[in-house]
Structure formats: C-alpha cells, structure tokens
C-alpha cells in the first residue's frame, strides 16, 4: 500500500533534517585565519561576500509571499517516488503521481484519490498539516536566533559550480566551515552542529548559496524529543538554484546518514529532485490546490527529468 511503502513516520523525522541543515550556516559566523595562498577575493572582499549572501538568505527565508508548485522525485535503495506538490496560503498540498517511475496502478490510485477527497473535506487534516510545517520553521527561526557564532568560515578561493539554474553564472566563490570551538550547544537541537564541518559555494553574482557539503567529523546527539545518536561518517548535499524570476529554490537534496535509536538503527539514504517550479496565485487555498493537482493528473508523466 502507498501509506505503508512510504514510511510516513521515517518521513517526518526527515523532514526535521532539511530545514536544520539548509539553514544552519546561514544563522551568522565567525571568521577563521584566512588561507594566505588562496587567489581570488581579498579577505575583506570574501567577508563581505559571504555576509551579504548570509542576509539575504535569512531575509528570503522569512519571506512565504511567493508560492510555488513543483514535482519533487525522491529515491532510495528501496522506493523511488513522484509527487506533485502545491504551495498554499493554508500550507502545501502533495499528489503522488508515480512510484518507481511507474504510474501508480489502479488501486494506489484509487487509495489517492480518497486521501484527496478526505483532505479536501476535512479542513482539520490541512490545517494540522500547516502547524507542523509551522513547528519546523519555529525550530530553524530559533536556531538562527541561537546560533550566530556556531562555526568557523575560511574563504577557500573562486570556482565554477554545475549551474542548474535559470539566472546562475556558474561561478561561485567557495568557503569551509567548521565548528566553532567556542560555541556550546544549549540543547539536543543544535547539538549536531559541534559536529559537522564542510563547505558552502555562493553565486558572487546574485549573492546566494549555491551548494552546501556538509560532513559529521564525529557521532552526535540527535534531538526533536528522539533519544538517538546520528552516526560519524554521515553527509548531506543541498544545492539551490535561481528558478527563475530571481526566486531561489531547492533543486536537490542528498542525504546519508545513520541514526541509532534506543537498539535499533535508521538509515537515510535518499536523493530529493525539485524541478518544474512554476509560480501560482498567493492567496491561492489548499482546495484550489487539490482541484489544480486533480486537473492535471491526468496529463503529467512519471519521469521528472
């Protein structure tokens, strides 16, 4: 069954990791001796860079005025699946549309279908929807609000990124983090970032981060009220692109990780694509959303390639 195959409890907890880490580096730093052989920027011209880019990701990042729809392709060593998914002034609104690259068989479609019509029927559902989403932007607003000396930045010298977007260059200017050792971590939630070091990329044109690399240097604690230890050795790559309009978006997500809990261990192995992003109405409701997805079932494709 699609519920089942879909693990909606392991999604949830994933779905904590996203935010964490696409805003974690954003939040403000220190700076590190910079490298004196790295050619490009001066380190005032970097510094300068790199906290412009900063603002302006913290400033788009409070900033739900401009709604999207877009297909989100998620694969793992088990599952692949295809999703339509909404913006809504009442939170998002998703359409599985394929598993496996397969269009889903007539029973899955039928199960969807009824899943749509209880939404639509049941406001309750799409508001308890929009709270959680609300809760995971609570999370990343108070890590920004805490974590203004979280890590270490050294500017690691110019270069050219795969420029997926419509408004991309190519060129970026490249800079590492690490933990900041003199930061200490007020609770499990921001634990993991005494942990991970890597490196960001940001387009020196538009002033945005292109790709974040991120590693776990050792085993950290995990929180969000899960008593688990995320496993050294885990990674994760986010890469954002100008998807037109000059409105910046996720356009791929990896993540592998293992997470112990009590005596059983988790583990994240999955690539998320976001493509098709098109712009949609801003007052637009989360009925209109179910009606648009409906409207369109039957002329999308499996493929979000």
Known sequence: MIHERLAPAKLKIMRRFLPLFLFFFWAGAAWGQPAASVAGLTPAQAQALEQRAL????????????????????????????????????????????LNDLP???????????????????????????????TDTGIVLKLLRMLPQAFLYEYAGPGTGSSRGAGSSGKVERFTFRP?????????????????????????AQERVTRLEGHLQRDTNYGWGVLGKLD?????????????????????????????VLFKTRNFDTVQEMTRYEPVAADLGYRQAIQMLRADAGSSTPSGH
């Open 55 to 98: 603002a302006t990701e913290l400033r788009t990042a409070r900033d739900t005025s401009h709604l999207m729809r877009y297909r989100l392709r998620k694969s793992s060593p088990r599952l692949t699946s295809t999703k339509e998914i909404v913006e809504t002034r009442d939170g998002d609104v998703a359409r599985l549309v394929a």
């Open 104 to 134: 889903l068989s007539p029973a899955d479609e039928q199960r969807e279908e009824a899943r749509l019509d209880a939404l639509a029927s049941d406001p309750s559902r799409q508001r308890h929807r929009k709270q959680s989403e609300e």
């Open 180 to 204: 900041n050792p003199r930061f200490s971590p007020p609770d499990l939630e921001t634990q993991a970032l005494t942990a991970m070091s890597g490196e960001i990329w940001i387009d020196a």
């Open 232 to 260: 050294k050795g885990g990674w994760i790559v986010i890469e954002q692109a100008d998807v037109g309009r000059r409105q910046w978006r996720i356009v791929r997500f990896q993540m592998k990780m293992n997470l112990r």
